[in-house]
Nanobody
Framework: QVQLQESGPGLVKPSETLSLTCTVS??????????WSWIRQPPGKELEWIGA???????YYNPSLKSRTSISRVNYKNQITLQLNSVTPEDTAVYYC?????????????????WGQGTQVTVSS
């Protein structure tokens, strides 16, 4: 059974870059035909899809975040990474990585077969 674990700093200052890593075990990130997504949930709000990377390395982004987002992977470490630039307090959220067998731009948990436990990121000076 595949397991996902998010990691990164819990506190980021405004205007800085948020960098998170999702370490995958129990399965390879290059396995066909999975998609690996980053999703976040701000306090009191719904889940928001940030973007995804496919097993082949293609990337997809939420249009509202695309200009500030970069998703990549480190194959030999079996990791997916997220960078979100120029953060503001509105980027404060629990950030999750998740796997799906089909491409989706929704944050609906039922569309994913595996989720990480999430990591809290707070943007504050």
């Amino acid at each position: 059974q595949v397991q996902l674990q998010e990691s990164g700093p819990g506190l980021v200052k405004p205007s800085e870059t948020l960098s998170l890593t999702c370490t995958v075990s129990g399965g390879l990130i290059t396995t066909r035909f999975y998609y690996w997504s980053w999703i976040r949930q701000p306090p009191g709000k719904e889940l928001e899809w940030i973007g995804a990377i496919s097993n082949a390395g293609s990337t997809y982004y939420n249009p509202s975040l695309k200009s500030r987002t970069s998703i990549s992977r480190v194959n030999y470490k079996n990791q997916i990474t997220l960078q979100l630039n120029s953060v503001t307090p509105e980027d404060t959220a629990v950030y999750y990585c998740a796997r799906s067998a089909t491409f989706t731009q929704r944050g609906d948990r039922s569309l994913y077969d595996s989720w990480g436990q999430g990591t809290q990121v707070t943007v504050s000076s």
